[in-house]
């Protein structure tokens, strides 16, 4: 029976427009002038950038040079900690300040909360670090997400496409590998989620289903229906 259901961000609850159309450009314009305003005082930000300097081999004292990298790692789509960090402190002001306000779809949203009151567990797994998924839930157009969650993983577990990363989270949470429900609209994830024993659907929102073996959904709505057979 499942009981807990991890789920991927990024064209699973949220469309893939809104990460790269609003939150990739928005982080792009904004990190240089914060950086110059931060990299000094802020010691959060200090020791992002010294892990910038160690990654790229750029001076740490070069905070110019050091903008250009994280730049050009936005550009690249890169998975580094130190920049989805730093974007999470410049996604944290957007959405503050009212610039930003996260998307979820219509039908995630409503069935999150229905398994929520259901009394399934939900925790969130994506690339993104665990400050921009909070923001994301928590400053939402279908208002605040947060407390239906019990958890958040980040790349700290492993990459999204390794099985070992799965085993880690099965580890933490400290639950057998069939009663978890991993949701992601990416097959290379699903195969490695599924090495570790976890069962999968695959969110297909746009484009012709694939022609395979694993159960695949439209939407969250034939999600819970595939849910309700188990």
């Known amino acids: 029976m499942i009981r807990v259901v991890l789920t991927d961000i990024e064209g699973t609850t949220s469309s893939i427009s809104f990460v790269h ?96 009151d259901r009394g399934l567990r939900l925790f969130v797994y994506s690339s993104g670090s665990v400050k921009a998924q909070k923001l994301i839930f928590g400053f939402s157009n279908e208002g605040d997400f947060t407390p239906f969650f019990s958890g958040y993983f980040d790349t700290a577990v492993g990459g999204k496409k390794e099985t070992q990363s799965y085993q880690n989270i099965l580890e933490e949470l400290g639950v057998a590998p069939e009663s978890v429900l991993f949701l992601s609209d990416i097959e290379a994830e699903l195969e490695a989620a599924e090495s570790a024993g976890l069962k999968t659907v695959w969110l297909v929102r746009d484009g012709e289903l694939p022609d395979t073996g694993r159960p695949v959904a439209r939407d969250f709505a034939e999600v819970d229906a595939l849910l309700r057979k188990r």
């Not at 914060?34 to 990654?55: C, D, G, S």
């Not at 610039?99 to 909360?113: C, F, N, S």
């Open 21 to 116: 159309e609003v939150l990739f450009p928005y982080a792009s314009k904004h990190l240089p002038e914060f950086i110059r305003a931060h990299h000094h005082t802020t010691p959060a930000v200090t020791e992002q950038l010294a892990l910038v300097a160690e990654k790229s081999g750029v001076d740490g004292k070069n905070v110019e040079g050091l903008i250009d990298v994280l730049q050009s790692w936005i550009a690249e789509d890169r998975k580094e900690g130190p920049l989805k960090a730093l974007q999470g402190m410049v996604w944290e002001q957007g959405y503050h300040n009212g610039e930003l306000k996260g998307h979820i779809y219509p039908d995630a949203a409503d069935y999150l909360q229905r398994w929520h």
